[in-house]
């Protein structure tokens, strides 16, 4: 961020613009009740300032409904087509039929561990096609992510950049980052 910026951020919080602000934002709310009971929390008492829901994850209505209820807390759409934990699985929100590419033999998401598998077959326009479906489920809700940066992709790889930022300057989402890029130096 450019000190420019820096300001800019700061009085439109309401700081003053030298004023050293850390923002922290709860990733993966919905993902199960006790991610959501925990982000809850800290959003409530701690230092949590913003979050993002997944969307295909088992307790992502739970989460839709509680930030129905605190219309006040920032958040975002984590788009997701990978299931993270091994035992632990989500699929899309659509039909499984409507997006094959992006799933294993077992009709889940790929997990972390077979992402090249996932890189080599995806179908571009399933993969949008099931990204918009995710964030429109939240729009259909009611809710509106806080800002144009809310609508975060995953850390993706290098194949699926392009795509995803054509697909992202649709929805003015920020652009997202390689696997490499986010690795920290």
């Not at 030298?18 to 993902?31: E, H, I, K, Q």
């Not at 499984?96 to 033999?105: A, F, I, K, T, Y």
């Not at 509106?144 to 930022?165: H, Q």
């Amino acid at each position: 961020m450019t000190t420019q910026n820096a300001r800019q951020t700061n009085a439109l919080l309401g700081y003053p613009a030298d004023a050293r602000l850390l923002l922290v934002n709860a990733d993966d709310l919905g993902m199960c009740h006790a991610v959501n009971d925990a982000i809850i929390h800290s959003l409530q008492e701690g230092i949590v300032t913003s979050t993002s829901v997944m969307v295909p994850c088992p307790w992502a209505l739970h989460a839709i409904t509680w930030l129905k209820q605190a219309p006040s807390v920032p958040f975002g759409v984590h788009l997701t087509v990978i299931s993270e934990q091994p035992t632990y699985r989500w699929g899309p929100v659509l039909c499984r039929s409507e997006v094959p590419s992006l799933l294993d033999e077992m009709g889940y998401f790929y997990s972390e561990a077979r992402i090249d598998e996932l890189i080599s077959r995806v179908n571009l326009a399933e993969l949008e096609r099931e990204f918009r479906a995710q964030i429109e489920w939240v729009l259909a809700a009611g809710l509106r992510a806080a800002d144009r940066s809310r609508i975060r992709f995953a850390n993706v790889a290098p194949p699926l950049k392009e795509a995803l930022v054509s697909f992202g300057v649709a929805f003015e989402a920020e652009a997202p980052r390689t696997v490499a890029e986010a690795k920290p130096a």
